[in-house]
């Protein structure tokens, strides 16, 4: 069984609007900018456009072939990209489902996708290569090739077009309108993930050891924080950048980077789920987290309460894959190794 059960909650802190499908395990989940489209990538390749109060398929699009590994949509355009399998990076107009662009990504391969937060940029990667596209015209303006290894996760910093780009060896840091890294940090582990804080104050990275990196952006001082039971598969900072919420256990790791930072500091733990988390998401501009594990349990969470949790569901014999806010805060889709997918309100 597929569709989720709701846990016994208090009345109203957590309602099920609505269930989906999809072919089969849900790499990547998005929202459209204006919060009137969900998009949902299967690893097979397809992705289908979603109302998100119904969870009716407005457009199934083919996707990559051999298959589909990242999707964003632009912030204020009714635009997809995707990346895949087939060495390609697409664009999509989402109301009529035709390509708007297809290019070469560098690789047999490409993994990441993201667009700048105006739009105006739309980078990839793809094995050892960062490529930035013009985000009117997707005309090739940079490419970035000085990296030791292949590249694990990109990251604009919110409201500037400044690019973070981690991969074995070390963090890099561009400006697309310059030829070369503003900065390399060397660092001798595999990142995960990279996540910028949203004042652009620090980055952070969950790390393949079972670590969190945190870099002070100003000047590439950094932080290494240990202790975890499983690899940091997901981070996400609060809106204010006061914390950072990490996975890389069945709790909760909560760190406090206010102040002076992390340094020296206990996380708070929150603990609710009986799995690896593997899927977690702050809301845009508010202070509820919602978390995803491997045993297909959902939680939501205002961690600054005595009693945090406030709302959770399960999704049987499956595991959280993909979490993604609405643009208002008030819903959140799910998506699941089995491509099982619902929206939830959260009252």
């Known amino acids: 069984m597929l569709s989720p059960k709701r846990d016994k909650l ?30 949902a990538a299967a690893v097979s390749g397809p992705i289908h456009i979603l109302e998100p109060n119904s969870n009716n398929v407005q457009l199934k699009l083919v996707g990559h072939g051999f298959g589909t590994t990242a999707i964003a949509f632009h912030p204020k355009q009714q635009l997809l990209a995707s990346v895949g399998q087939d060495g390609k990076v697409r664009v999509w107009d989402t109301i009529t489902g035709a390509e708007q662009s297809v290019q070469q990504g560098g690789a047999a391969w490409v993994e990441r996708v993201a667009w700048s937060t ?12 960062v490529r930035i596209w013009d985000g009117t015209t997707f005309e090739m303006l940079r490419e970035y090739t000085g990296h030791a290894a292949t590249i694990a996760d990109i990251a604009w910093q919110k409201g500037k077009p400044i690019l973070a780009v981690v991969a074995y060896g070390g963090i890099h840091i561009y400006d697309p309108e310059q030829p070369d890294a503003l900065h390399h940090w060397e660092w001798k582990g595999s990142p995960l993930n990279v ?31 240990s202790g975890y039971s499983a690899k940091v598969r997901a981070i ?17 790791c909560i760190w406090d980077c206010s102040g002076k930072g992390p340094a020296g500091s206990t996380p708070k733990m929150l603990a609710g789920h009986e799995a690896t988390i593997t899927a977690l998401a702050y809301q845009h501009s508010g202070f509820l987290l919602a978390s995803g594990d491997e045993a297909g349990r959902f939680c939501i969470w205002q961690p600054a309460n005595r009693t945090p949790m406030i709302g959770a569901a399960t999704f049987e014999d499956t595991e959280i ?10 819903l959140v889709f799910v998506g699941t190794a089995f491509g099982a997918t619902a929206v939830f309100r959260v009252k």
Request: charged share 15%.
């Open 118 to 129: 105006d739009g105006k940029y739309l980078a990839t990667a793809a094995g050892k290569i």
């Open 195 to 225: 996540a910028w804080a949203p004042n652009g104050k620090m980055l952070a990275h969950g790390n393949q050891d079972s670590t969190v990196h945190f870099w002070y952006a100003a000047t590439g001082e950094d932080l290494h924080m």
């Open 236 to 252: 996400s900072w609060e809106f204010s950048s006061r914390t950072l919420a990490t996975s890389g256990s069945d709790s909760v």
């Open 321 to 330: 894959t993909a979490l993604a806010w609405s643009p208002d805060d008030k």
């Open 10 to 39: 208090p009345p109203n802190r957590l309602q099920q609007l609505c269930a989906g499908q999809l072919p089969d395990y849900a790499i990547d989940v998005a929202w459209s900018g204006d919060g009137t489209q969900i998009a």
